[in-house]
């Protein structure tokens, strides 16, 4: 039996993640309150570490594209205390490509690819447990059921609720 897998929302987080079931064959539905893919501005670029976000790129198989896309950029960095004195000066090898940007748009467009992104979707809240899965409420007053729930909707999540008393600070 196919096990019924949701995702709630479409940042990087919950892209990468669906991407690497879907590599594996696993449907999944991934729910997203914006109403669109360009709901809003993006915002600016990401850079991704090796090891990190470049790590989790590989598993999902991306790599080699995300590494054609990005770019070197901001590559040195110093931290400075308040006089002035430095603390750590970072400087880049000629060749160092160690954590290049890319635009937020972009990366999003090569996380969905092949994946369904369902939008205007906004979640309000998940109850466990029910006899049939986990219930998933939605701010149109529908529900459905899944037998996993997966919280990728940022800060303000409203899935965490559910794992955790824990709240953003
Ligand atoms: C100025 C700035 C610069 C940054 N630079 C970098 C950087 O260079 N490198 C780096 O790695 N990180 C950087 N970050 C951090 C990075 O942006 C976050 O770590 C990343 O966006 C978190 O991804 P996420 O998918 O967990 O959450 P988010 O990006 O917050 O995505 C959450 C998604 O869930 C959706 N959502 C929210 N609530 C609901 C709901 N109730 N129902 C359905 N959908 C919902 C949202 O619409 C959104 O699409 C930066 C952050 C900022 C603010």
């Keep these: 039996m196919r096990h019924r897998i949701a995702v709630v929302g479409s940042g990087p987080a919950g892209l990468t993640f669906a991407r690497v079931l879907h590599r594996h064959g696993y449907p999944v539905a991934i729910l997203e309150r914006d109403p669109g893919p360009d709901a809003r501005p993006p915002g600016g670029t990401l850079d991704l570490h090796e090891g990190l976000g470049q790590l989790a790129l590989d598993k999902a198989g991306l790599l080699a594209e995300y590494q054609a896309l990005s ?89 965490r609720p559910a794992v955790s008393s824990v709240t953003p600070v």
């Design 71 to 159: 770019r070197p950029e901001g590559q040195a960095m110093r931290i400075l205390d308040a006089d002035g004195t430095v603390l750590r000066d970072w400087q880049p090898r000629p060749d160092d490509r160690a954590n290049p940007e890319i635009d937020r748009r972009q990366l999003r467009d090569l996380l969905i690819g092949p994946l369904d992104v369902q939008w205007g979707r906004g979640v309000t809240q998940v109850v466990p447990g029910t006899r049939d899965g986990v219930r998933v409420h939605f701010a149109d007053g529908r529900q459905e059921t899944f037998d996993l729930v997966v919280g990728a909707d940022g800060a303000w999540s409203r899935i």
